[in-house]
T-cell receptor, first 110, second 106 residues
Framework: KAGVTQTPRYLIKTRGQQVTLSCSPISGHRSVSWYQQTPGQGLQFLFE???????NKGNFPGRFSGRQFSNSRSEMNVSTLELGDSALYLC?????????FGPGTRLTVT | GIQVEQSPPDLILQEGANSTLRCNFS?????LQWFHQNPWGQLINLFYIPSGTKQNGRLSATTVATERYSLLYISSSQTTDSGVYFCAVGDYKLSFGAGTTVTVRA
């Protein structure tokens, strides 16, 4: 099976802009989770989607949102970007033996 | 939420050496995973090990769920083993430790 894919891999945005990141899970996986990794905070859970419904949400402001489509592909959106949003954003799909991660999207906000 | 602590934070090894990484967690868990983060940032699955012992080549892991810890063993280390190793617990929401940065010198 193909692994988790994420697009784009790299992104540079300006403060105040918005961004949309995409994630395609492993075929057959219905749960998709998003994580943010920064040098200061480490890996933090953003939210989890299952069958197009957000089931779990981490402690992030409302500027961070997401959705899941009927084919289990997921997108996350960050509005009104701040410098502190610069991070590696990782998506994972969950199978019977845990979560499997994509290569990540590295977002730089200038 | 569950607290996950990893030790040591940094480990420097000579090629061929063995090492043990530890992960302590604050509450009972149903799932525990070990990952290796490669230089490009991707988290590579090493083990899914809620309990017991597993081996994969030069790597092995043991989780003692009743005592809330897991160990990752690296034997005969190689330079390609360098990177950050993470322990994570949870089902739909993984709680990660801060990681152990391993540097293997030739």
């Amino acid at each position: 099976k193909a692994g988790v894919t994420q697009t784009p891999r790299y992104l540079i945005k300006t403060r105040g802009q918005q961004v949309t990141l995409s994630c395609s899970p492993i075929s057959g996986h219905r749960s998709v989770s998003w994580y943010q990794q920064t040098p200061g905070q480490g890996l933090q859970f953003l939210f989890e989607y299952f069958s197009e419904t957000q089931r779990n949400k981490g402690n992030f402001p409302g500027r961070f949102s997401g959705r899941q489509f009927s084919n289990s592909r997921s997108e996350m959106n960050v509005s009104t970007l701040e410098l502190g949003d610069s991070a590696l954003y990782l998506c994972a799909s969950r199978g019977e033996t845990g979560q499997y991660f994509g290569p990540g999207t590295r977002l730089t906000v200038t | 939420g569950i607290q996950v602590e990893q030790s040591p934070p940094d480990l420097i090894l000579q090629e061929g050496a063995n090492s043990t990484l530890r992960c302590n967690f604050s509450d009972s868990v149903n799932n525990l995973q070990w990952f290796h983060q490669n230089p490009w940032g991707q988290l590579i699955n090493l083990f899914y090990i809620p309990s017991g012992t597993k081996q994969n080549g030069r790597l092995s892991a043991t989780t003692v769920a009743t005592e809330r810890y897991s160990l990752l063993y690296i034997s005969s280390s190689q330079t390609t083993d360098s990177g950050v190793y993470f322990c994570a617990v949870g089902d739909y929401k993984l709680s990660f430790g801060a990681g152990t940065t391993v540097t293997v010198r030739a």
